[in-house]
């Protein structure tokens, strides 16, 4: 099957790529929610050489959204339940 489809994902590291393929730990740019009872939930955008361009730690909140942007090198996300959806 080809074409578009919309990508969900969990805690991990995903190198940031326009152009992901199925099955690679990569994720297109763009903005991210992730809903739900959230407890402990960090995040991170890092540059390629690894170090931070922003971040959060939320001890406790019911919504997070973030912005992936092309120049970012790798996405974070650490003790954050549930998936992180793209905003349409």
């Known amino acids: 099957m080809s ?3 919309e990508v969900w994902f969990s805690n991990g590291d995903y190198e940031v790529n326009s152009e ?3 099955g690679e730990e990569s994720i ?3 903005t991210y929610r992730i809903k739900g009872d959230l407890k402990n939930c960090y995040w991170e955008r890092l540059t390629r050489s690894g170090e931070i361009i922003d971040n959060n730690f939320a ?3 019911r919504e ?3 912005t992936i942007r092309a120049s970012d ?3 974070r996300s650490e003790g ?3 998936a992180w959806k793209p905003v349409r």
Do not use: E, M, N, S
Request: charged share 15%; glycine share 24%; proline share 19%.
């Open 3 to 5: 074409g578009d489809y």
């Open 20 to 22: 992901p393929k199925p």
């Open 28 to 30: 297109k740019p763009g």
């Open 59 to 61: 001890p406790a909140a």
């Open 64 to 66: 997070i959204t973030v």
């Open 73 to 75: 090198g790798l996405f």
């Open 80 to 82: 954050c339940g549930g």
